[in-house]
């Protein structure tokens, strides 16, 4: 058989995804922060890209018809869009414009639960200044020269919580100091502002803040010599100990418990950010009305116009490149639609499905899916997953994420239905708050109240969602409560 080069035609089919399918899968995964900084640099990088003022005055002419098309479909007003009130199936509910609510910016979400509350200007403060700055500043007023070196050296091994984790025969190697002059000034760091700082373990700590608050005497030195035996309550032993009677037990106790035992948590590492919300959700006369909160996002638009302007004369590169600018303009304006259609159609079937939540609370949520979602609106489980994703609901009851609304079920015991996880979280909480010191409920307790309301859930279930919530054991509870009093 001769060997020699031939052609051969052969018909193939292949799914590929494009750039703009890439890029519209990639935005639709973002939350309405994310894709602020998003089109921040789209708008940087697209001449033809273009802001509506806040009045939209005149936008439609200056331009063109692109922004003109694009305004009212975003908003959920065009001829296909989808509906954006969401609680008789397949219907459109018509909203008075007196009940229409929209948010053109974060203020605008103040009042939704009715509270009335202004604004807290507090919450535009600089942030405070770190544990490390604020010692650093005690160092030069208490210390100069080589100590003042040693403390900075002590200071920056301090960790968040205001614990020192450090050797300091290791420390004074390093820095080639005799240990005794570390010893000195470590003694003087404990004595900055916050009391207690410094310290190297936590009766070192309390120890620190007793004796600044005069109240280090033999007997409370014993006991913060035995603060395990004041973690398992064993108040008798401690009582022989200490050498002291129950008043003064019980004094002791109360003067312990008002110390700090991480005092460097008071500064923080810098201001809390507010999660800001991308839908809102509110009842109105006809229905459930969601909303994408379009007070983050600009408002783009593509500026045909300029357009015109530069392709006049332009040479045949200059042409092309304008075209390619222009393709991708409209193409993110479309993409930028399709987004809020999405996410209001997949929120909108996520309120229809939790409305019990929504009207009554976590106790009447039902267990949801990813599948019921995307079976319910005709889409793709992982769509639905992209839009779920760090992104948050405000509603009358205030902020959620989107993915609180789906977890799985309880059966019921009479096998009518089922309940979801987060309504039988909140019943294992409210048992656990309202039992009384003198009868702290054992998990196996938890699960027979919780069968005699209607709720199968087997023990392991309720120690493994107690310990979600934080909740130590009954033992455990019944020590805090001792010490509490």
């Given at each position: 058989m001769a060997l020699g080069p031939r052609l051969d035609l052969r018909q193939s089919q292949s799914l590929v995804m494009t750039p703009q399918l890439q890029q519209a899968i990639k935005l639709l995964a973002l939350s309405n922060l994310e894709l602020e900084a998003y089109l921040a640099e789209a708008l940087e990088g697209n001449p033809l890209l273009d802001t509506a003022s806040a009045d939209g005055d005149g936008a439609g002419d200056e331009r063109g018809e692109e922004a003109g098309a694009a305004a009212p479909e975003a908003a959920g007003e065009g001829p296909d869009a989808e509906p954006t009130l969401a609680s008789d199936a397949g219907s459109d509910l018509d909203v008075d414009f007196d009940e229409r609510f929209h948010h053109d910016s974060a203020s605008d979400s103040v009042g939704l639960s009715g509270s009335g509350e202004a604004?807290?200007?507090?919450?535009?403060?600089?942030?405070?200044?770190?544990?490390?700055?604020h010692l650093l500043a005690q160092v030069g007023e208490r210390f100069d020269g080589i100590e003042a070196m040693v403390a900075e050296q002590?200071?920056?091994?301090?960790?968040?919580?205001?614990?020192?984790?450090?050797?300091?025969?290791?420390?004074?190697?390093?820095?080639?100091?005799?240990l005794a002059l570390v010893e000195a000034v470590l003694a003087g760091?404990?004595?900055?502002?916050?009391?207690?700082?410094?310290?190297?373990?936590?009766?070192e700590c309390v120890a620190i803040q007793a004796r600044e608050a005069d109240r280090y005497d033999p007997a409370m030195a014993t006991m913060i010599a035995h603060l395990d035996l004041v973690a398992k309550g064993a108040f008798p032993q401690l009582k022989r100990i200490c050498g002291v009677d129950d008043e003064d037990l019980?004094?002791?106790?109360?003067?312990?418990?008002?110390?700090?035992?991480?005092?460097?948590?008071?500064?923080?590492?810098?201001?809390?950010?507010?999660?800001?919300?991308?839908?809102?959700?509110?009842?109105?006369?006809?229905?459930?009305?969601?909303?994408?909160?379009?007070?983050?996002?600009?408002?783009?638009?593509?500026?045909?116009?300029?357009?015109?302007?530069?392709?006049?004369?332009?040479?045949?590169?200059?042409?092309?490149?304008?075209?390619?600018?222009?393709?991708?303009?409209?193409?993110?304006?479309?993409?930028?639609?399709?987004?809020?259609?999405?996410?209001?159609?997949?929120?909108?079937e996520i309120v229809r499905q939790q409305e019990g939540f929504f009207l009554h609370g976590v106790a009447h949520m039902r267990p949801l899916t990813l599948r019921q979602v995307a079976e319910a609106i005709g889409m793709h489980e992982s769509t639905v997953s992209?839009?779920?994703?760090?992104?948050?609901?405000s509603c009358a009851r205030g902020l959620f994420e989107l993915k609180y609304f789906f977890s799985s079920g309880i059966a019921a015991t009479d096998g009518d239905g089922a309940v979801s996880a987060e309504a039988i979280k909140s019943r294992i909480r409210a048992l656990i708050e309202a039992e009384d010191a003198k009868a702290i409920l054992s998990d196996e307790t938890i699960a027979q109240k919780l069968a005699a309301e209607g709720h199968a859930v087997a023990r392991r279930t309720v120690v493994k969602y107690r310990e979600a919530m934080g909740y130590g054991s009954s033992v455990q509870r019944r020590r805090q409560k001792a010490l509490a009093g």
């Open positions: 604004v807290d200007f507090d919450s535009f403060a600089g942030a405070e200044g770190t544990l490390y700055d002590i200071v920056a091994l301090i960790d968040e919580a205001g614990y020192l984790r450090a050797d300091l025969a290791d420390l004074a190697q390093r820095l080639g100091v005799p760091v404990q004595g900055f502002d916050p009391s207690g700082v410094g310290a190297r373990d936590l009766a019980a004094d002791m106790i109360r003067e312990l418990r008002g110390y700090d035992p991480k005092p460097g948590l008071r500064f923080g590492g810098g201001a809390a950010q507010a999660v800001v919300p991308d839908l809102f959700v509110q009842r109105t006369a006809q229905g459930w009305a969601v909303e994408v909160n379009s007070g983050t996002l600009p408002r783009l638009l593509v500026n045909r116009r300029y357009y015109s302007e530069l392709a006049r004369g332009a040479a045949a590169k200059s042409k092309a490149w304008l075209s390619e600018q222009l393709a991708g303009a409209n193409w993110l304006v479309r993409a930028l639609d399709q987004r809020q259609r999405t996410i209001v159609k997949v929120a909108s992209r839009v779920t994703s760090n992104k948050y609901l």
